[in-house]
Nanobody
Framework: QVQLVESGGGSAQSGGSLRLSCAAS????????MGWFRQAPGKDREGVAT???????TYGDSVKGRFTISQDKAKNTLYLQMNNLKPEDTAMYYC????????????????????WGKGTLVTISS
């Protein structure tokens, strides 16, 4: 059974940094796309960043240059380093995984992901 458990959310000031972690277990696919999505109140869930089994990364336009996605395969852990945070980054952040190519995930959106964590809340104040 696949489990994704996020941690590292919290509150920060505008311009600050946070690092999210996602511990994955039970995921045995050798070809995958893993990523971070976020959902702010009243808004649709949007893609933040993805990484595939080869380490190729893709970012949403609003976070390019500020966020970095990475993975530690030995620890089965996904990370999201968030720098220069802005109030508009406030949202629930979800870790997700799919046995699909990442380009397909960005084309289809959140519905293309197969597995989801429960989320971790990030709140940025100005």
């Amino acid at each position: 059974q696949v489990q994704l458990v996020e941690s590292g959310g919290g509150s920060a000031q505008s311009g600050g940094s946070l690092r999210l972690s996602c511990a994955a277990s039970g995921y045995t696919y050798s070809n995958y796309c893993m990523g971070w999505f976020r959902q702010a109140p009243g808004k649709d869930r949007e893609g933040v960043a993805t990484i595939d089994n080869n380490g190729s990364t893709t970012y949403g336009d609003s976070v390019k240059g500020r966020f970095t996605i990475s993975q530690d395969k030995a620890k089965n852990t996904l990370y999201l380093q968030m720098n220069n945070l802005k109030p508009e980054d406030t949202a629930m952040y979800y870790c997700a995984a799919a046995n699909r190519l990442c380009w397909y995930v960005w084309w289809r959106g959140a519905n293309a992901m197969d597995y989801w964590g429960k989320g971790t809340l990030v709140t940025i104040s100005s």
